[in-house]
């Protein structure tokens, strides 16, 4: 059971899929369970203070091959809008499983 980080490349518009710090892997899709969301708040103030992109917010999680759940829900991450990943209001930490599609969005089941 490897554990990987997931976050989306805008320069590329994908998925990147890192292992250990090392990028491996760029995809369109892709699922992963026992989900946790990370966000750098040094980094995030830098993209703030700045206004350059940056790495700075990710999932980690194990890879599967899942459908998408009918109760996910939709989680989303804007560093201009606050630390967190979102659902609605409400910030979200881990999740048991998520979906991240190929329009750049990402679902979980919580």
Do not use: T
């Amino acid at each position: 059971m490897r554990r990987v980080d997931v976050y989306r490349n805008l320069n590329k518009s994908c998925w990147s899929v890192r292992e250990n710090r090392r990028v491996v892997d760029h995809v369109e899709s892709i699922a992963l369970y026992d989900v946790r969301f990370h966000v750098s708040e040094a980094a995030r103030q830098r993209v703030l203070r700045l206004g350059q992109r940056a790495v700075l917010a990710w999932a980690n999680g194990v890879i599967i091959d899942a459908p998408l759940q009918r109760s996910s829900e939709r989680i989303k991450f804007d560093p201009f809008e606050g630390p967190h990943f979102m659902v609605g209001e409400w910030p979200v930490h881990e999740a048991n499983l998520v979906h991240f599609d190929r329009n750049g969005r990402c679902w979980g089941v919580l």
